[in-house]
């Protein structure tokens, strides 16, 4: 159910991206007036996600201001995004803790300010994106779409190690990546043999009856993944060299 009548998700999903694209056109040496706009977009997506909390209804269990839009029928493909009373919070922290990154980079980040401003909304959309997604191929294409502006984050501006925790980094996140990947699609060709339907719909995907000792390796599949780009131990070594 769409509690606000319009795309609200897409919009606050995509917003950044509109930031981007004026970032594109302003002169790089202009840092003042980058850092500035760069500000101005990460505080109207804040803003603009706020009616996601305020609409937000509780006491059900349903996902919220659900779209849905079918890409390829056959194939199971589809823009399948939604909120529940658990990632709602995720998504207005992650658009309250934008613009506070914007401001510590200020005075901190002298170098490439545009590139760096650029990326951040890039990340921004990217991480929204994969918090709303219902579909797991949706979900998966956000999630690499985070490691292009992470890579570049770490690998310019990181720290004395940049260049070489950045392709650890990457290296890394590839190799988790495949894990989860193969998941995917491991449901994707169980839910087909199971029902004769293909899909990656999250929600249809749960209601397979799978063996307890295959979800083990599911999990960790997942875990693995998440557990690189999160990072965790011991799975967090590519971390201290980004500082």
């Not at 505080?43 to 849905?68: D, H, K, W, Y």
């Not at 650029?118 to 994106?129: F, K, N, P, R, V």
Request: charged content about 10%.
């Amino acid at each position: 159910m769409n509690e606000l009548g319009f795309p609200i998700i897409s919009l606050v999903t995509f917003f950044p991206i509109f930031g981007v694209l004026i970032l594109m056109f302003i002169d790089k040496d202009a840092k003042d007036t980058i850092r500035g706009m760069a500000m101005v977009f990460a505080m109207i997506e804040f803003f603009i996600s706020l009616p996601l909390l305020f609409s937000f209804q509780n006491g059900t269990a349903a996902m919220q201001f659900v779209e849905r839009y079918t890409w390829v029928k056959s194939a199971g493909l589809s823009y399948f995004v939604g909120l529940d009373g658990i990632s709602i919070w995720i998504i207005i922290l992650t658009t309250f803790l934008t613009p506070l990154c914007v401001l510590c980079s200020w005075t901190y980040i002298q170098n490439r300010v545009k590139e760096f401003m650029i990326c951040l909304l890039l990340l921004e959309t990217a991480m929204l994106g994969a918090l709303v997604s219902l579909d797991l191929i949706l979900f998966y294409v956000f999630w690499e779409l985070m490691l292009i502006p992470m890579y570049f984050l770490i690998g310019v501006w990181g720290g004395d190690n940049k260049i070489y925790a950045a392709v650890k980094f990457f290296l890394y996140t590839a190799a988790g990546s495949v894990f989860m990947l193969l998941s995917i699609f491991f449901l994707y060709y169980l839910n087909h043999k199971t029902t004769g339907v293909y899909t990656f719909d999250l929600l249809e995907l749960y209601k397979l009856n799978i063996p307890v000792s295959t979800q083990f390796w599911l999990c960790l599949a997942f875990f693995i993944s998440f557990a690189i780009k999160v990072p965790m131990f011991p799975l967090h070594t590519w971390l201290p060299d980004a500082h």
